[in-house]
């Protein structure tokens, strides 16, 4: 069973898995395909730019005394507001920022460098942790991390957000590896992945009721 604490004083939000659990992630301290003993999404201020992201993600899973392989979300949004849904097992966690929204494809004539790093368009970030009771096949997986994507552009769209997501956004899929015969379909007309869906868009959509788009110049940090 996924566990998850929220850390006030640390400024965290911790999920820990038992052995046998595998995910993808498209985050950049412990992503791809992984087999994680736990999962952090840490608030780091709006001032964060440090780029040694594996050195200090690793200073701060210590602090929360984290040992094994893990997977650290990042996020100037506080993560103490956290959303959450449920959808016939199917679980979601949300901190969702959004003072920096982009589009995938600009519609005006925007350019960045090249290399541009993981300051760029700091804060806000959308993380996204889905925790999925029965097992994904590979494909099932990379279909999830693209169902969770959709319903979260979705609900920005639906909220008036001028963009599809943050350059920063990051999403983590968990399911147990072993059980019954994988699942090898997660797509949004899928049995799980409309369950999915609806977790996700629910958890976004409430973080944009709570914060609304433009209440950063209010002074609310996110």
Same mark, same amino acid.
């Given at each position: 069973?996924?566990?998850?604490?929220?850390?006030?004083?640390?400024?965290? #939000?911790?999920? *820990?898995?038992?052995?046998? +659990?595998?995910?993808?992630?498209?985050?950049?301290?412990?992503?791809?395909?992984?087999?994680? @003993?736990?999962?952090?999404?840490?608030?780091?201020?709006?001032?964060?730019?440090?780029?040694?992201?594996?050195?200090?993600?690793?200073?701060?899973?210590?602090?929360?005394?984290?040992?094994?392989?893990?997977?650290?979300?990042?996020?100037?949004?506080?993560?103490?507001?956290?959303? @959450?849904?449920?959808?016939?097992?199917?679980?979601?966690?949300?901190?969702?920022?959004?003072?920096?929204?982009?589009?995938?494809?600009?519609?005006?004539? =925007?350019?960045?460098?090249?290399?541009?790093?993981?300051? /760029?368009?700091?804060?806000?970030?959308?993380?996204?942790?889905?925790?999925?009771?029965?097992? #994904?096949?590979?494909?099932?997986?990379?279909?999830?991390?693209?169902?969770?994507?959709?319903?979260?552009?979705?609900?920005? /769209?639906?909220?008036? =957000?001028?963009?599809?997501?943050?350059?920063?956004?990051? =999403?983590? /899929? #968990?399911?147990?590896?072993?059980?019954?015969?994988?699942?090898?379909?997660?797509?949004?007309?899928?049995? +799980?992945?409309?369950?999915?869906? *609806?977790?996700?868009?629910?958890? =976004?959509?409430?973080?944009?009721?709570?914060?609304? +788009?433009?209440?950063?110049?209010?002074?609310? @940090? +996110?």
């Amino acid at each position: 069973m996924v566990t998850f604490t929220a850390d006030k004083e640390a400024r965290a #939000l911790v999920w *820990t898995l038992p052995e046998g +659990w595998v995910g993808l992630s498209s985050a950049s301290v412990g992503g791809g395909l992984i087999r994680p @003993r736990w999962v952090v999404n840490l608030d780091v201020g709006d001032d964060f730019t440090r780029t040694d992201l594996d050195a200090y993600a690793s200073a701060r899973a210590a602090g929360l005394r984290l040992s094994g392989p893990g997977t650290t979300l990042l996020t100037a949004a506080d993560v103490t507001q956290v959303e @959450r849904s449920e959808d016939a097992g199917t679980r979601v966690w949300a901190t969702v920022g959004v003072t920096k929204p982009t589009w995938a494809v600009p519609p005006h004539d =925007v350019s960045l460098p090249e290399d541009a790093g993981p300051g /760029v368009d700091r804060p806000g970030t959308i993380n996204i942790v889905v925790v999925v009771p029965v097992p #994904l096949s590979g494909s099932a997986l990379v279909q999830a991390v693209g169902t969770v994507t959709e319903a979260k552009a979705q609900a920005l /769209v639906e909220a008036g =957000v001028p963009g599809t997501g943050t350059a920063s956004d990051a =999403v983590v /899929v #968990l399911c147990p590896e072993q059980g019954a015969e994988p699942e090898i379909f997660a797509g949004v007309r899928s049995r +799980w992945g409309r369950r999915i869906a *609806t977790a996700t868009h629910a958890c =976004v959509a409430a973080g944009l009721a709570a914060r609304p +788009w433009g209440s950063d110049a209010a002074g609310v @940090r +996110w």
